[in-house]
Protein backbone atom coordinates (compact mmCIF):
# COMPACT_ATOMS: atom_id res chain seq x y z
CA UNK A 1 0.00 0.00 0.00
CA UNK A 2 1.48 3.02 -0.77
CA UNK A 3 1.69 5.88 1.96
CA UNK A 4 3.85 8.09 0.02
CA UNK A 5 3.52 12.02 -0.32
CA UNK A 6 1.32 12.04 2.28
CA UNK A 7 0.98 15.57 3.47
CA UNK A 8 3.13 16.86 5.99
CA UNK A 9 2.08 15.77 10.07
CA UNK A 10 0.59 12.85 8.81
CA UNK A 11 2.69 11.00 10.57
CA UNK A 12 3.70 12.83 13.55
CA UNK A 13 -0.08 14.04 14.71
CA UNK A 14 -0.65 14.16 18.24
CA UNK A 15 -4.57 13.93 18.32
CA UNK A 16 -5.42 15.79 20.92
CA UNK A 17 -9.20 15.66 20.34
CA UNK A 18 -8.53 11.81 21.52
CA UNK A 19 -6.60 11.78 24.54
CA UNK A 20 -9.59 13.06 26.45
CA UNK A 21 -11.17 9.13 25.97
CA UNK A 22 -8.11 7.94 27.66
CA UNK A 23 -9.67 5.92 31.33
CA UNK A 24 -7.87 7.70 34.33
CA UNK A 25 -6.71 4.73 35.65
CA UNK A 26 -4.98 3.51 32.51
CA UNK A 27 -1.11 2.94 33.00
CA UNK A 28 -0.38 0.75 29.90
CA UNK A 29 -1.35 1.60 26.28
CA UNK A 30 -1.09 0.63 22.83
CA UNK A 31 -0.83 3.04 19.90
CA UNK A 32 -2.13 0.94 16.79
CA UNK A 33 -0.65 3.00 13.86
CA UNK A 34 1.66 5.36 15.95
CA UNK A 35 3.79 7.06 13.29
CA UNK A 36 6.51 8.59 14.57
CA UNK A 37 5.18 7.58 18.08
CA UNK A 38 4.09 11.16 18.80
CA UNK A 39 0.71 10.42 20.02
CA UNK A 40 1.61 7.72 22.35
CA UNK A 41 4.53 9.97 23.48
CA UNK A 42 2.43 12.31 24.38
CA UNK A 43 0.28 10.46 26.59
CA UNK A 44 3.55 8.95 28.36
CA UNK A 45 4.82 11.91 29.12
CA UNK A 46 1.68 13.68 30.53
CA UNK A 47 -0.11 11.03 31.94
CA UNK A 48 3.27 8.26 33.05
CA UNK A 49 2.15 5.69 31.14
CA UNK A 50 4.07 2.65 29.49
CA UNK A 51 3.70 3.26 25.97
CA UNK A 52 3.94 0.64 23.00
CA UNK A 53 2.92 1.45 19.11
CA UNK A 54 2.77 0.00 15.93
CA UNK A 55 3.45 1.34 12.63
CA UNK A 56 2.90 0.14 9.40
CA UNK A 57 5.73 2.24 7.59
CA UNK A 58 9.18 1.30 8.71
CA UNK A 59 10.66 4.42 8.48
CA UNK A 60 8.53 6.06 10.89
CA UNK A 61 8.53 2.64 13.63
CA UNK A 62 12.72 3.62 13.84
CA UNK A 63 11.25 7.27 14.85
CA UNK A 64 8.98 5.50 17.29
CA UNK A 65 10.96 3.31 18.62
CA UNK A 66 13.51 5.66 20.00
CA UNK A 67 10.43 7.42 22.05
CA UNK A 68 8.32 4.53 23.18
CA UNK A 69 8.91 1.80 25.67
CA UNK A 70 8.27 -0.43 22.66
CA UNK A 71 7.87 -0.49 19.28
CA UNK A 72 6.72 -3.01 15.89
CA UNK A 73 7.98 -1.96 12.22
CA UNK A 74 4.91 -3.54 9.92
CA UNK A 75 1.56 -4.52 9.58
CA UNK A 76 -0.46 -4.57 12.86
CA UNK A 77 -2.04 -7.97 11.82
CA UNK A 78 1.53 -9.46 12.06
CA UNK A 79 2.23 -8.88 15.36
CA UNK A 80 -1.26 -9.71 17.18
CA UNK A 81 0.16 -12.93 18.57
CA UNK A 82 3.46 -11.41 19.74
CA UNK A 83 1.13 -9.44 21.92
CA UNK A 84 1.14 -10.17 25.93
CA UNK A 85 -2.80 -11.03 26.73
CA UNK A 86 -4.43 -9.44 29.40
CA UNK A 87 -2.03 -6.02 29.53
CA UNK A 88 -3.56 -3.50 27.89
CA UNK A 89 -5.52 -1.12 29.31
CA UNK A 90 -6.06 0.97 26.26
CA UNK A 91 -5.32 0.14 22.65
CA UNK A 92 -5.95 3.18 20.35
CA UNK A 93 -6.76 2.98 17.05
CA UNK A 94 -6.54 6.46 15.64
CA UNK A 95 -8.04 6.58 12.02
CA UNK A 96 -6.41 3.29 11.65
CA UNK A 97 -8.98 0.62 11.28
CA UNK A 98 -10.20 1.72 7.84
CA UNK A 99 -7.13 0.82 6.04
CA UNK A 100 -7.02 -2.27 7.28
CA UNK A 101 -8.08 -5.34 4.64
CA UNK A 102 -10.01 -6.92 7.66
CA UNK A 103 -10.67 -4.68 10.54
CA UNK A 104 -13.41 -7.05 12.36
CA UNK A 105 -10.95 -9.78 12.84
CA UNK A 106 -7.81 -7.02 14.06
CA UNK A 107 -10.59 -6.11 16.58
CA UNK A 108 -11.04 -10.38 17.20
CA UNK A 109 -7.83 -11.04 17.63
CA UNK A 110 -6.91 -7.87 19.99
CA UNK A 111 -9.53 -8.48 22.34
CA UNK A 112 -7.45 -10.89 24.88
CA UNK A 113 -4.47 -8.16 24.57
CA UNK A 114 -6.97 -5.69 26.96
CA UNK A 115 -6.44 -6.14 30.46
CA UNK A 116 -9.77 -6.87 32.70
CA UNK A 117 -11.05 -3.23 32.47
CA UNK A 118 -9.12 -2.10 29.11
CA UNK A 119 -10.86 -0.55 26.51
CA UNK A 120 -10.35 0.11 22.40
CA UNK A 121 -10.52 3.76 21.63
CA UNK A 122 -11.45 4.43 17.83
CA UNK A 123 -11.15 7.56 15.30
CA UNK A 124 -12.89 6.47 12.09
CA UNK A 125 -14.12 8.60 9.80
CA UNK A 126 -17.83 9.32 8.35
CA UNK A 127 -18.63 7.93 5.10
CA UNK A 128 -22.04 10.17 5.80
CA UNK A 129 -20.27 13.59 6.12
CA UNK A 130 -21.62 16.27 4.50
CA UNK A 131 -19.50 16.71 1.75
CA UNK A 132 -18.76 13.02 1.03
CA UNK A 133 -22.30 12.62 0.88
CA UNK A 134 -23.18 15.22 -1.63
CA UNK A 135 -20.65 14.11 -4.21
CA UNK A 136 -22.12 10.88 -3.94
CA UNK A 137 -25.31 11.72 -3.90
CA UNK A 138 -25.48 14.87 -6.12
CA UNK A 139 -23.06 14.91 -8.23
CA UNK A 140 -22.33 10.95 -8.61
CA UNK A 141 -18.76 11.17 -7.77
CA UNK A 142 -16.66 9.36 -5.88
CA UNK A 143 -12.57 10.51 -5.87
CA UNK A 144 -9.68 9.33 -4.20
CA UNK A 145 -8.32 11.58 -2.54
CA UNK A 146 -4.33 12.37 -1.03
CA UNK A 147 -6.12 12.21 2.65
CA UNK A 148 -8.75 12.70 4.19
CA UNK A 149 -12.61 10.55 4.20
CA UNK A 150 -11.70 9.30 0.81
CA UNK A 151 -7.80 8.97 1.53
CA UNK A 152 -6.86 6.41 -1.23
CA UNK A 153 -5.33 3.85 1.31
CA UNK A 154 -8.79 3.54 2.62
CA UNK A 155 -10.21 0.03 2.23
CA UNK A 156 -13.32 0.44 4.38
CA UNK A 157 -15.59 2.98 4.63
CA UNK A 158 -18.02 3.62 7.79
CA UNK A 159 -21.27 5.09 9.26
CA UNK A 160 -21.76 6.02 12.89
CA UNK A 161 -24.31 3.08 12.69
CA UNK A 162 -22.20 0.73 11.13
CA UNK A 163 -19.20 1.65 13.44
CA UNK A 164 -21.43 0.65 16.64
CA UNK A 165 -22.59 -2.63 14.90
CA UNK A 166 -19.03 -3.74 14.28
CA UNK A 167 -18.38 -3.60 18.16
CA UNK A 168 -21.02 -5.17 18.98
CA UNK A 169 -21.44 -8.16 16.73
CA UNK A 170 -17.27 -8.86 17.60
CA UNK A 171 -19.03 -8.97 21.45
CA UNK A 172 -17.61 -5.76 22.45
CA UNK A 173 -19.60 -3.55 24.83
CA UNK A 174 -19.53 -0.04 23.84
CA UNK A 175 -19.35 2.61 27.02
CA UNK A 176 -19.26 5.87 24.62
CA UNK A 177 -20.05 6.48 20.56
CA UNK A 178 -19.92 10.26 19.28
CA UNK A 179 -19.29 12.43 16.43
CA UNK A 180 -15.86 14.17 16.83
CA UNK A 181 -14.49 17.28 14.35
CA UNK A 182 -17.52 18.36 13.47
CA UNK A 183 -17.55 20.55 10.63
CA UNK A 184 -18.15 24.11 11.29
CA UNK A 185 -20.18 24.54 7.86
CA UNK A 186 -23.82 25.64 7.89
CA UNK A 187 -24.58 23.63 4.71
CA UNK A 188 -25.58 20.03 6.51
CA UNK A 189 -27.87 22.36 8.95
CA UNK A 190 -29.56 24.26 6.34
CA UNK A 191 -29.85 20.79 4.42
CA UNK A 192 -31.28 19.04 7.60
CA UNK A 193 -33.98 21.59 7.77
CA UNK A 194 -36.08 20.30 4.84
CA UNK A 195 -35.24 16.52 6.45
CA UNK A 196 -36.87 17.55 9.54
CA UNK A 197 -33.18 17.43 11.39
CA UNK A 198 -33.01 13.57 10.93
CA UNK A 199 -29.53 13.78 9.10
CA UNK A 200 -27.52 15.37 11.28
CA UNK A 201 -24.71 12.88 11.44
CA UNK A 202 -23.55 14.67 8.53
CA UNK A 203 -21.90 17.37 10.66
CA UNK A 204 -19.70 14.45 12.04
CA UNK A 205 -16.18 14.31 9.88
CA UNK A 206 -15.44 11.13 12.44
CA UNK A 207 -16.75 9.06 15.27
CA UNK A 208 -14.86 8.27 18.39
CA UNK A 209 -15.44 4.92 20.26
CA UNK A 210 -14.85 3.69 23.20
CA UNK A 211 -15.63 0.22 23.60
CA UNK A 212 -14.64 -2.91 26.10
CA UNK A 213 -14.79 -6.62 25.68
CA UNK A 214 -17.73 -8.67 27.07
CA UNK A 215 -17.29 -10.63 29.72
CA UNK A 216 -17.31 -14.54 28.09
Known amino acids: MDYNNKPDGYFDTIRQEMVRYLPSEARKIMDIGCGTGSF ?46 DYFDAIFFNDVLEHMVDPYEVLQKIKPKLSPNGVIISSIPNIRSYDTFMKLALKKDWRYEKNGILDHTHLRFFTGKSIRRMYEDLGYEIMLHEGINKTKSLRPILFNMFVFFTQMDMRNLQYATVARAKPS
Open 40 to 85: ALHLKETFGVEAWGIEYVNEHAQEASKVLDRAFSGPCEDFLDMLPN
